[in-house]
């Protein structure tokens, strides 16, 4: 069983900066894909971006490349999502996620993740 926390969430104006945390309680977190995904108000949850497990590898939606970075630290159980020139449309509840640790590949469906956060809220004003 794997329990993540996500944190950082917050108000800011467009074209600023946040970075969202996640620390995972669990002894699987470094053999465990990690994802963020987002749901805004009446929307279907998305994804945003996974990291791989040993490889480090990324993966990121099309809406995001560029202007965000995950990453994670395995000592300290915590995956990161750091967000630049966000803008409104970026406004939504972020949730962290984890497969099951041993499924290495990198998924962008959330059907994909057997473990979430209860979400940490992102607003960008105009």
């Known amino acids: 069983q794997v329990q993540l926390a996500e944190s950082g969430g917050g108000l800011v104006q467009a074209g600023g900066s946040l970075k969202l945390s996640c620390v995972a309680a669990?002894?699987?977190?470094?053999?465990?894909?990690m994802a963020w995904f987002r749901q805004a108000p009446g929307k279907e949850r998305e994804f945003v971006a996974a990291?791989?497990?040993?490889?480090?590898?990324?993966n990121y939606a099309d809406s995001v490349q560029g202007r965000f970075t995950i990453t994670r630290d395995d000592i300290k159980n915590t995956v990161y999502l750091e967000m630049n020139v966000l803008n409104p449309e970026d406004t939504a509840v972020y949730y962290c996620?984890?497969?099951?640790?041993?499924?290495?590949?990198?998924?962008?469906?959330?059907?994909?993740?057997?473990?979430w956060g209860q979400g940490t809220q992102v607003t960008v004003s105009s």
């Open positions: 996620a984890a497969r099951t640790a041993g499924f290495v590949a990198i998924s962008s469906r959330s059907s994909g993740y057997a473990y």
């Open positions: 669990g002894r699987t977190f470094s053999r465990s894909v």
């Open positions: 990291i791989g497990s040993s490889s480090g590898t990324t």
